[in-house]
């Protein structure tokens, strides 16, 4: 459980490194409001996370998610694409989109996991 924990705060810390830039790539003032807002939802989950890790004496830091790194890649080599203008906006979107789906099977799989459950 705790490295499922640790691997979820890895995946939602590289969230919140990503989501300015891919606000910032973005064309639509619509889906720049969008990566805005789930990057404050992220730092709520982060600190959901370490409160979690600190309740249970551990550390949330020694896990790296390379799920998540490589879907962040993804959306990088999205945001360095030549498209432009709402074609790009449907790339970041997916790329997003992709991410968002990784996160819910994550914090699926950690309350199926949960010793409360």
Same mark, same amino acid.
């Given at each position: 459980m705790i490295d499922?924990?640790?691997? &979820?705060?890895?995946?939602?810390?590289? +969230? @919140?490194k990503a989501l300015p830039k891919m606000a910032k790539g973005s064309s639509?003032?619509?889906?720049?409001e969008l990566f805005t807002g789930h990057l404050e939802q992220t730092k709520g989950h982060v600190e959901r996370l370490k409160q979690a890790c600190e309740l249970l004496g551990k550390k949330p830091t020694?896990? &790296?998610?390379?799920?998540?790194?490589? +879907? @962040?890649?993804?959306?990088?080599?999205?945001?360095?694409?030549?498209e432009e203008g709402a074609a790009k906006d449907i790339c970041i979107a997916?790329?997003?989109?992709?991410?968002?789906?990784?996160e819910i099977a994550g914090a699926t799989q950690q309350q199926l996991r949960s010793p409360n459950r």
């Open positions: 499922e924990l640790r691997d &979820l705060y890895s995946a939602e810390n590289q +969230l @919140v639509s003032s619509e889906l720049k020694g896990e &790296l998610c390379k799920g998540m790194e490589g +879907l @962040v890649k993804e959306g990088q080599e999205q945001l360095e694409d030549d997916g790329a997003a989109l992709r991410v968002e789906h990784y």
